[in-house]
């Protein structure tokens, strides 16, 4: 049915709209309450609960919680109880392990006083104070489109409407999306979010930066055998099985209740198009000093999304007339200590301040130029600065010795206060850098053991991701030729391969002369990690918001 043929959407107005009730779009929420309570705030939220779509690490840096709530640490229901107590790095070989002194990690590497959790069971615990002070949020509801104003502002977001065939026809279920308007509106829906991605190109938020640098992040939750387990202990790895020229690493944390969180980052820069970053971290998890963790235990969970690695050089312009961009959606993830929870609470904090100070003054719907002008200089600026380098010496040189040079120009930014590097550019944007077929080795992977390693299928299966299957398919292609007709010969269609949830196959039909290949989409399967958006060499992919709640159920990731 057409746009104009469908009923008008009712509307609701608040002083201010954030999209994205992860930890910036809900920090933001509780510091407008606290410095203007009497602005009225509503978070939309595309899972089906706060937390359901969150997942990280996660080894948070408690700056911004401190700052946020300075209480948090008497409550006895924090999400967040278990401190590091051991910090480990380790560069693995293809049969041994290395340890590296501690002594020669640069200060901001160091994780003591940081605390290991769950970053859902966060959210799940921000909204709950959030709620208390006043704060609207709608968990299930997809905003799926901006809205704008007669001078060209944004003036709010729209959310999906439900109930919709896959044909694009209303079904007997069908219900209207709710326009949500605001004198404000912060986008902070993590990276690479839909109407962030479409926020940067029409407003140009990304002329004169670097481009935006990814990586795709998986995990999983176990429950260890208690005898294995070791709260606080805090692990990291880069290495095998990854070659010198593919960028990533791993992450083991011990948190609590006799569980642990396993991780395997690669960087979206490989230039191989048979990797496969699923099968990298099930093949990680069988190395001799890692695997012995996992006996005896059980995996609860999976899950897999992309994370943003530009930093300093990449971050876009973070205002637009009515809105800002806050968290992952800014680009605030610091690279080599692999966190972004405490940079994205403060961006919502800082972002915060300067609508509360925007709605005392009468304004609305301008640039919030005074929290584009703070941030390089605040404590998300300094934070990003001094690794800026760490990323493009990695790529450039490889895992050896970019590694080692990165150190190098953390040591001179911590002990000299400049860099012998300056600042470096990041070259190609990801989706540019495979290389065809014929120019690369094919990787071959084992199989699944079932103990330790598993396939796709029954990963995405605890993932718990669920959608509405006679819904139309979220993940669009500009031009449904090119996968096979381009992909598939200079490739191998490496769709098939970096999303980590089995989403995209090559189908053969019995008579493959008439028919040929098949580029199929496995819609339902998607666990939302954005990786295909990023990835596809033709950039070919579109992915959108499904029907609201769908996706995936992370429970405590």
């Known amino acids: 049915m057409a746009e104009d043929e469908l009923p008008a959407r009712e509307a609701m107005e608040f002083d201010v709209v954030i999209v994205g009730a992860g930890p910036a779009g809900l920090a933001a929420a509780i510091r407008l309450k606290q410095v203007s309570p009497e602005s009225s705030v509503v978070v939309v939220e595309k899972g089906s609960e706060v937390g359901a779509h969150i997942l990280s690490g996660v080894v948070i840096d408690p700056v911004g919680l401190d700052r946020l709530l300075p209480d948090w640490r008497d409550d006895p229901d924090r999400p967040l109880k278990t401190q590091v107590t051991d910090d480990r790095f380790y560069m693995l070989g293809p049969a041994g392990a290395l340890r590296l002194p501690n002594m020669l990690m640069p200060p901001l590497m160091n994780n003591h006083g940081n605390f290991v959790g769950s970053l859902g069971n966060v959210c799940r615990w921000l909204a709950a104070r959030a709620e208390a002070l006043g704060v609207e949020i709608y968990p299930g509801f997809a905003a799926v489109e901006t809205l704008y104003g007669d001078r060209g502002e944004v003036v709010g977001v729209a959310t999906g409407d439900m109930g919709v065939g896959r044909d694009g026809k209303p079904k007997a279920s069908f219900t209207r999306g709710m326009e949500l308007r605001g004198k404000y509106t912060l986008f902070g829906e993590g990276a690479r979010g839909s109407l962030s991605k479409s926020l940067i190109a029409k407003f140009g938020l990304a002329e004169g930066r670097e481009p935006q640098k990814y990586g795709i992040g998986l995990k999983e939750l176990w429950r260890l055998d208690p005898s294995r387990h070791q709260p606080g202990l805090v692990q990291h790895s880069f290495g095998w099985p990854l070659d010198n020229s593919t960028g990533g690493g791993s992450f083991l944390y011990h948190i609590e209740d ?97 609508v509360a100070a925007a709605l005392a003054a009468g304004r609305a719907g301008d640039a919030l130029d005074e929290y584009e002008h703070g941030w390089r200089e605040g404590d998300i600026g300094r934070d990003l600065r001094r690794v800026r380098n760490v990323k493009p010496l990695w790529s450039k040189f490889g895992a050896w010795i970019g590694v080692a040079l990165g150190g190098l120009d953390m040591w001179c930014d911590e002990l000299l206060g400049v860099s012998p590097f300056g600042t470096m550019k990041h070259g190609k944007p990801d989706h540019a850098t495979l290389k065809p077929l014929s120019a690369v080795k094919p990787i071959v992977y084992p199989k699944p053991d079932g103990k330790v390693s598993f396939d796709k299928l029954s990963s995405v299966f605890i993932s718990n991701t669920n959608h509405e299957e006679d819904q139309p398919v979220h993940l669009r292609l500009r031009d449904p030729s090119i996968p096979v007709a381009k992909n598939l010969p200079e490739y191998g269609e490496p769709a098939r391969l970096y999303c980590p949830a089995g989403v995209y196959e090559i189908t053969y039909a019995d008579d493959v002369a ?23 060499p033709a950039q070919n992919i579109d992915w959108t918001c499904p029907e609201g709640a769908g996706g995936p159920n992370y429970p405590n990731m």
């Open 514 to 536: 008439k028919t040929g290949p098949q580029f199929v989409i496995n819609a339902q399967n998607c666990v939302h990690c954005k990786t295909c958006d990023i990835k596809d």
């Open 258 to 354: 006799g569980q642990a969180v396993v991780g395997f980052v690669v960087h979206l820069n490989y230039t191989n198009p048979t990797l496969s970053p699923f099968d990298e971290f099930q093949r990680f998890k069988t190395h001799p000093a890692i695997a012995p963790v996992f006996e005896g235990g059980a995996r609860l969970a999976y899950g897999a999304r992309a994370i943003t690695e530009g930093g300093w050089q990449s971050v876009p312009k973070l205002v637009f007339p009515g809105g800002a961009l806050i968290g992952c959606a800014a680009g605030f993830v610091n690279v080599p200590r692999i966190k972004g929870s405490h940079n994205a609470v403060l961006s919502g904090m800082a972002a915060a301040d300067c």
